[in-house]
């Protein structure tokens, strides 16, 4: 019995487990694994937080904020008072465009620039997203025929669906079958003559 209490106490005694730390050199210990991942979440998270939970440290943090989030709704309710004007009162409309036609090309190219800056970067990573959604979508072509392929050749009227392989006479019985002796077939046919 005492051999068998000092193999034991080799083995799991002084809070080791040998025959767990030795299978942990082939295989993650998938619960410290999960544990190594739930900190690591836990880190992301708390560092969002700190970086959008901080309250603003005063007045023109608040006001900074507030027009930076100002530019597109203002473009789009700008085009939409426009058009509104246009058709309330064409004449005042028309005299603010003729006010327009005035301003240099210089400038035009510049509120271009500026503008194209403000919304280039969104429209950069739209249309990034939107490449990588149609690479998805064309990976998935060839499932997608393999796919239809596989369901036409289970229609009953596809060709080959009953093939009777080299037997002759049950490919005509095949064929025939349901046409003799079917009543309004045989009508239909004498009304045809």
Request: aromatic share 8%.
């Amino acid at each position: 019995m005492g051999l068998i209490t000092t193999l034991f106490s080799a083995l799991f005694g002084g809070e080791r487990n040998v025959i767990r730390e030795t299978a942990e050199v082939f295989r993650v210990n998938a619960e410290a694994a999960d544990q190594r991942g739930a900190n690591a979440q836990a880190a992301a998270l708390a560092q969002m937080a700190a970086e959008y939970g901080q309250p603003r440290r005063n007045w023109f943090d608040g006001m900074i904020d507030g027009l930076n989030r100002l530019p597109r709704p203002a473009m789009a309710f700008g085009v939409v008072g426009l058009l509104v004007a246009a058709m309330v009162d064409p004449i005042w409309f028309a005299e603010r465009m003729t006010g327009l036609a005035l301003v240099p090309e210089p400038l035009w190219w510049l509120l271009g620039v500026v503008v194209s800056f403000y919304f280039g970067a969104r429209q950069q990573v739209k249309g990034q997203e939107f490449q990588k959604s149609i690479a998805d979508t064309m990976s998935r072509v060839p499932q997608v025929v393999e796919s239809l392929a596989a369901l036409r050749k289970l229609r009953a009227d596809s060709p080959g669906v009953a093939d009777s392989g080299a037997d002759a006479e049950l490919g005509l019985r095949a064929v025939s079958a349901g046409v003799e002796g079917n009543a309004a077939i045989e009508e239909w046919r004498r009304a045809e003559s």
